[in-house]
């Protein structure tokens, strides 16, 4: 089976010293991929190479069996600054429908500008995201009354209404508490049954219980088994001394 | 006590004067071609406004305002139609500022100032070429709803009725490059198409507020009555009604103040569209969304 993403001596940076330079990187379907580095190590850029949002100076990218760019309509992404202000006067459901606009596996180019409002199975589809991410009785709420952790899993139900094959999200634990951490990712572990998930996280220790790999990024890419995460190998990737903190959580796996 | 008396004295003369209008109105055609064209300008910022308040492109919309003088000089030099001008003008500030704030490296905000600098300044430069069209300058620029001629009427009824086509056809997908540009491009929406139709939507109501307030103070219409709907409802389509009915209550209000001391309309409709911003954002102070 050919891997779903695919990264062939990527090298990309913004202008002056290389931000990801020769990665390669091959995910299988279903596979829940965690990628952690250091700040500036190349972790967002990695996601927005992948999502065709950036092109790569040097390698080639295939995303599903295409160019990013081509197939981005069927990935998710939860990005890690969302791109509006808090107080755009929104509700969770609206915030929610957008996300069924668009191209969808079969339609057009222009299929983006087909006017009207959502019908009768695009609002269910919208309820089942909803629901799917435990939000339900939110809907009406505005976005600007919701707390962190409400907020990321209104913005997963938004990339879950496309239906996406791939769900990229980038440090999407990173304004919450440990305990809504913890729901999040074990909604994410549900949601891998029958999606890939590629999560970039600042904590490995706690990434580590949840991920089925681990991809080390910092400048260079180098992929682990979680089993295989260790201090030495944290210390070798962060290029400095780490202080460890054994943290469990309540859900501890 | 004395304070009492004058505020009640004023409040008096200021029924009277509102009297005084509402009976002109049934008699001169003139007042009833200015509320029209109120009315007119009305529905189109009502529209346009809250789009411009909530993605916060109040700077771009003055940009394209100001730059709207250059057409509108050239085109009474060349003895063309001198709205023609402005709406060709409005529409190329657009398209650039669009351009450049999607592809250029230039910063955006140094070419919105030039833009306004250079449109008023080209706009001057033609205008004073013109023999006679002084005083046309100042009704540009501050507006003169009391001398709409009817073909301009017609002009800005087909400029609403291309605006509520658009966002009637298309509000959601501009709603979603208004909201969160990164997502509405991953979702393969055409993002750039639809900033650029957002900007020429403005551009098309800058046009149609010129009679109204003249080009200079536009924003005050394009964005207050916006803002203060907004302090009030959680959703943009009802920011679109209640912007509306504020413009027209407004310049309804600033007209009739203005007609018995002769005042000039714009200014009075933008002090008043002004004091209501700061009354209403006192009021609402400390309001929490739900």
Request: overall charge positive; glycine content about 10%.
């Amino acid at each position: 089976m050919s891997p779903v993403i695919e990264l062939r001596n990527v090298s990309f940076s913004y202008g002056g010293a290389p931000v990801l330079d020769h990665v390669d990187l091959a995910v299988d379907e279903r596979e829940f991929l965690g990628i952690v580095g250091p700040n500036a190590g190349g972790k967002s850029t990695l996601l927005k190479l992948i999502l065709g949002l950036l092109r790569p100076r040097q390698g080639q990218i295939r995303v599903l069996g295409g160019a990013p760019a081509e197939t981005r309509h069927q990935l998710g992404y939860v990005a890690q600054h969302p791109g509006f202000a808090r107080d755009f006067p929104i509700s969770v459901r609206q915030v929610v429908e957008l996300g069924l606009l668009g191209r969808g596996p079969r339609s057009g180019r222009l299929a983006g500008l087909l006017p009207g409002r959502p019908g009768r199975a695009e609002r269910a589809r919208v309820d089942r995201a909803l629901h799917e991410v435990e939000v339900d009785n939110l809907a009406g709420r505005q976005i600007g009354s919701l707390s962190g952790g409400q907020l990321q899993r209104v913005l997963l139900a938004r990339a879950l209404v496309a239906q996406p094959r791939i769900l990229l999200l980038d440090e999407p634990t990173a304004n919450v508490d440990q305990r809504a951490e913890s729901e999040i990712f074990d909604l994410l572990r549900r949601l891998n049954a029958r999606m890939t998930i590629l999560v970039v996280s600042h904590d490995i220790a706690f990434v580590s219980r949840y991920v089925t790999r681990v991809a080390c990024i910092n400048r260079t890419l180098i992929c682990h088994p979680t089993t295989a995460i260790d201090a030495g190998l944290i210390q070798e990737l962060y290029g400095e001394h780490v202080r460890m903190v054994a943290h469990d959580h309540p859900h501890g796996h | 006590m004395a304070n009492m008396c004058a505020w009640w004295r004023t409040i008096i003369h200021t029924g009277t004067d509102m009297g005084e209008f509402f009976q002109a109105l049934l008699h001169y055609q003139f007042l009833q071609l200015a509320l029209l064209a109120g009315l007119l300008a009305s529905i189109g910022c009502g529209v346009m406004g809250p789009y411009v308040v909530v993605k916060r492109i109040a700077f771009i919309a003055g940009g394209i305002a100001h730059s709207v003088l250059g057409g509108i000089g050239v085109a009474l030099f060349l003895g063309t139609d001198p709205l023609a001008g402005a709406l060709l003008a409005a529409v190329i500030a657009a398209l650039l500022i669009g351009g450049v704030r999607l592809y250029g490296r230039a910063h955006e905000d140094t070419l919105i100032g030039a833009l306004w600098a250079i449109g008023m300044a080209v706009g001057i430069l033609f205008i004073s070429r013109v023999p006679g069209y002084q005083a046309d300058l100042v009704s540009y620029l501050f507006g003169n709803i009391l001398l709409v001629p009817t073909r301009d009427l017609w002009l800005m009824g087909g400029l609403d009725a291309i605006l509520l086509l658009v966002v009637g056809l298309w509000h959601r997908q501009i709603l979603a490059v208004v909201f969160d540009e990164e997502q509405a491009r991953l979702r393969g929406l055409p993002v750039t198409f639809l900033y650029l139709l957002l900007l020429v939507l403005i551009a098309l109501t800058v046009v149609l507020l010129i009679h109204l307030v003249g080009l200079i103070m536009v924003l005050a219409l394009l964005t207050l009555p916006a803002a203060i709907a907004g302090q009030y409802v959680h959703s943009l389509t009802r920011m679109m009604w209640i912007a509306t009915l504020l413009n027209l209550f407004l310049s309804t209000l600033g007209l009739a103040m203005s007609y018995t001391p002769n005042l000039p309309p714009g200014p009075a409709i933008v002090l008043l569209t002004g004091l209501a911003y700061v009354l209403s954002t006192v009021l609402t102070r400390g309001r929490r969304p739900t």
